[in-house]
């Protein structure tokens, strides 16, 4: 059984908001949240490249962690296009997002890859947050659980158990993400995120295995985000559209704390 001392939550604006929408987004976000403990409450927004550096100047307090949407593999080289781990640090990065699904499927990113990402981005300091979920068809055959644990099994390969203490994963079907989406059921994220963790216990070891936290994302909102948080290893939420308005955002954040408080002191006992 997990048991976490901080909850996650966090949004990746994708392509959207340009960087002075991004700076009004982060500043408001971080005025309303202000009065939350950082050492229970770990909020992160994840904004285009070019508004990294900007939103990192919006947040000098580092209240509010500030990622990037994916970098290479490699930490300089012929790869136009390609920003790379040291790039990231330089702007301030705290976190990269690795592998999400619209990069796997509509950028046919592979494993392989989202490997080599987590690996430079170890290296060089930064949080890597890898985001893993299966597609309808394989969830059809009744492979979700296989798709997983071959996602996070090659995507972490070669990482270290004491690296494994800054990684973050994000379990996102790819048939709940977006405006076509349907939301997982509470009964089927618990079941996928019980096998994450086994698969990080069988990877890492118990006790860092049980140290990593999972965030559960695809199509959160204010009405599901209280019992998804419920649900035994489910560490934060990784949200996109229901996040990118900062009062609905800060709404969801006051309404799953005191759940995720109750979850947590149940946990103890
Ligand atoms: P959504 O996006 O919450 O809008 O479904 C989730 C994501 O892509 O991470």
């Known amino acids: ?13 994708k392509m959207y908001k340009t960087i002075e929408q991004t700076r009004t987004f982060v500043t408001s976000l971080e005025r309303l949240t202000r009065d939350l403990p950082i050492e229970e409450v770990v909020l992160f927004v994840i904004p285009s490249f070019p508004s990294v550096g900007p939103a990192k100047e ?9 990622g990037a949407q994916n970098m290479g593999w490699a930490e300089e080289g012929p790869l136009s296009g390609e920003v790379s781990a040291p790039m990231l640090k330089e702007l301030g990065a705290d976190l990269v997002m690795i592998g999400h699904s619209e990069r796997r499927h509509e950028l046919r990113e592979t494993d392989r890859m989202e490997n080599g990402k987590v690996l430079s ?3 060089n300091g930064i949080t890597p947050l890898l985001c893993i979920g ?3 068809e394989q969830k ?4 979700s659980d296989e798709c997983l644990s071959i996602q996070l099994k090659i995507g972490l390969c070669h990482v270290s158990s004491y690296e494994a203490e800054k990684i973050w994963i994000a379990y996102e079907p790819v048939w709940a ?5 349907t939301p997982a059921e509470p009964a089927y994220i618990r079941q996928r995120h019980r096998v994450i963790r086994n698969t990080l216990v069988d990877l890492f070891g118990e006790t860092r295995g049980q140290e990593i936290p999972i965030l559960y994302g695809g199509s959160v909102n204010i009405k599901n985000a209280g019992e998804i948080i419920r649900e035994e290893n489910v560490d934060g939420l990784f949200i996109g559209r229901s996040a990118w308005d900062p009062d609905s955002f800060n709404r969801i954040i006051r309404d799953v704390l005191p759940i995720w408080r109750e979850k947590r002191k149940a946990e103890f006992i």
Do not use: F, H, W
């Open 140 to 143: 059809a055959y009744g492979i």
């Open 1 to 13: 059984m997990t048991r976490l001392d901080k909850l996650y939550l966090g949004t990746n604006t």
């Open 121 to 123: 981005a170890l290296q």
């Open 134 to 136: 299966e597609t309808a």
């Open 177 to 181: 993400i977006g405006a076509e989406g």
């Open 58 to 66: 919006c947040v000098p307090s580092g209240r509010i962690r500030i």
